[in-house]
């Protein structure tokens, strides 16, 4: 992360930039698509996991080929409704290759994809128990006295999520990807709480709360953004590194809207005034800390993902000398 240099807002051009398909030249996309292309025959699809009006994301069971037929392996299949434009399934399919070709332990990248019908293809994802990460912290909710809800989770563990998240976002940033949507809703669960980064494909129309539109014809995840984002559409590493604050905030309160008195108009407003996301209850000092670092004014000011694994790191051995 220290060779991107001390001024992450003029380093945004030197990264990748996803485009809709037909801005990309057409042998780009395509090639990549048909090298990871299977036959409709090797997919079953089995419940709906969750719906919106432009998309699905489905429970699927993909069969192996050649000597592996026999084998049926549980996958997240995605795809778009037959309600969704042409340039809905254009952006579904770029973002759904967003992380095509890259492996990493805390990424979750596209498997396969299935275009026997180009209307609505079928986006192939590697499987993961506990599903989208939003919907988890959700479930892991207890209703408690006094003070609401209390965690299955401990601090320990939504801290441990933390770093591995942060690992993700940092072999992004080496691949010179910017997420630039890093959020819960954008993350998964496996088993033993392995937490991967998604794309964001559907998420817009599936978390229709979590994303606005000011004006610009373009749903954007208003209140994850950092200012310089919001205003003037700039992302860089720092920019994450705010968006990540707030996931960071979403773990501790398992999964609560940010700022949800906050008219997301005025979000550009209210951040210039100083006003940020309050310490969530339960949430310790130490980690309320590493949060607000993030969402310094100046992207400079901001820590760099290298800082911040070190301190969730340090936070998390220092929480395992009490249990």
Partial sequence: MESHG??????AGSYIRFSPVSDLKPPDLRTQISEISIERSRLTLADVIQEGTFGKIYHGVLLGEGADMEVENDVFVKTVTEQASESQVN???????MMLGLSFPSIQTIRSMCM??????????PYASNGLLKKFLHKCKIPGEGQGTQSKLSTQELVHMGIQIIRGVQYLHKKKIIHKDLATRNCVVGQDLNVKIT?????RDLFPNDYHCLGDNENRPVKWLAIESLIDKRFSPASDVWAFGVLLWELMTLGQQ??????PFEMAQYLREGYRLSQPINCPDELFAVMACCWALCPDDRPKFTQLLQCLQDFYAHLGRYI
């Fill in 91 to 97: 952006l579904f399919i770029t973002e759904s290759c």
């Fill in 116 to 125: 026997d019908n180009e209307r609505q293809p079928l986006a192939v994802f």
């Fill in 258 to 263: 940010p700022y949800p008195d906050v008219d």
């Fill in 6 to 11: 001390h001024n992450p807002a003029n380093m």
């Fill in 199 to 203: 794309e964001k494909a559907l998420s």
